[in-house]
């Protein structure tokens, strides 16, 4: 299952052209990820400059264009609105600043859920049963009740639209739950994701250069087997397998279907895919993103390790497909 990575990616021509490099790393921003934000720019603004590129780094929280006039390179690490859905990708086209990875069009279909899943169905790729629901605050929550029966039935996972990092997301176990997560959600976003909740082991890929090639699958364990918020960014609460234990059957078809996800999805250089499999091994693809976190508990980075890629020359690899848009 474990194949040479690492030696896919030695001739990385970003490394001739470092004397003419300008980068700046763009995070922080306005989201309501913004601190994670920082703690993944930060990380990659400490590789470059240890691996002797040229960089500053830039919050685009104020006014930053005349930062980005500086710089010839862009090293996107904002997470959330703004940063994931094309915004900053489209700004950044219109000055012509090549950035890492994905365009504009890849970045707004994986930060939207619900389109997303739709991709997924046509593509023929498994995802949870759902429904989407338009907020009103001031409709009879009757109306939700008519919209999943039939459809659902309970646990169900409830998902502002357009947010990252389990941020507003609940697990509803009767409709009252339902009724608090759906209020949880809308506090983000109007547009929100009813899930069938799947019970299973949860599993991560990442995605990385211009290939593109799948990273070793992680294993995700917690303690109170969500991997909500916390479980993500607090040390000691979440343990990872890396690479999972899968029949090679299993892992294949899971790492293949990532690849697909994306493709299909037109994104580049770096994403990850998210799993859930159940008893019968059935595997659920329920996201994508697009800009996953590089803090010292985050996914790729731990999974480009076991693919024996340091954290440094990952920074590399996806600093080598900036400009290679779809």
Known sequence: MMEDIQGRFQDLKVRKMKKTLKIGVIAGGISSEREISLLTGDNIYRSLSALGYNVIFID????????????????????????????????????EIPYTGSGVLGSAIAINKLLSKKIMAYENILTPDYVDLDYDKNKDFTDVKNLIKGKLSFPLIVKPNSEGSTIGVNIAKDYKQLENAIKSASRYDNKILIERYISGRELTVGIIGSGPIALPIIEIKTRSGFYDYKAKYVKKTTEYIVPAMLDKKVYKQISDTAVRCHSAFECSGISRVDFILDRDNNSYAFELNTMPGMTSTSLVPKAARAADISFDHLVEIILDTAGLKV
């Open 60 to 95: 685009p929280k104020n006014d930053f264009l005349p930062e980005l006039k500086k710089i010839n390179i862009a090293f996107l690490a904002l997470h959330g609105k703004y940063g994931e859905d094309g915004t900053i990708q489209g700004l950044l086209e219109f000055m």
